[in-house]
């Protein structure tokens, strides 16, 4: 189970830093993505970390977001900047399942999801 922290509404430019909790594995030796879903599309992959602390990202966040793990409290990290309005969208961590052996940039292969954390960012 994963709890996501840290949403909120901001204006175009801004920043967020969400945060990801989860009871029952380890995080920090865990390969871990940010999803995020706007509504009336589908969910898709942001970025994820591998248990080495090797990251990927979308296209679209390169260079804007950064993801990243506290190993000491076990806790995933998506820092957001220069948030645009297309960033809007609810946001989920999940952990890639064990019997994965491959960290990839993908939405497949992704389970344990929480709740979410809603972002909006306005023009």
């Known amino acids: 189970q994963v709890v996501e922290s840290g949403g909120g509404s901001v204006q175009a430019g801004g920043s967020l830093k969400l945060s990801c909790a989860a009871s029952?594995?380890?995080?920090?030796?865990?390969?871990m993505g940010w999803f995020r879903q706007a509504t009336g599309k589908e969910r898709e992959v942001v970025a994820i970390?591998?248990?080495?602390?090797?990251?990927k990202y979308r296209d679209s966040v390169k260079g804007r977001f950064t993801i990243s793990k506290d190993n000491a409290n076990d806790i995933l990290y998506l820092e957001m900047n220069s948030l645009e309005p297309e960033d809007t969208a609810k946001y989920y961590c999940?952990?890639?399942?064990?019997?994965?052996?491959?960290?990839?940039?993908?939405?497949?292969?992704?389970?344990?999801w929480g709740q979410g954390t809603q972002v909006t960012v306005s023009s």
């Open positions: 029952g594995y380890t995080v920090s030796r865990s390969c």
């Open positions: 970390i591998d248990s080495g602390g090797i990251s």
């Open positions: 999940a952990r890639r399942r064990p019997w994965l052996t491959t960290c990839t940039l993908t939405l497949n292969g992704y389970g344990d």
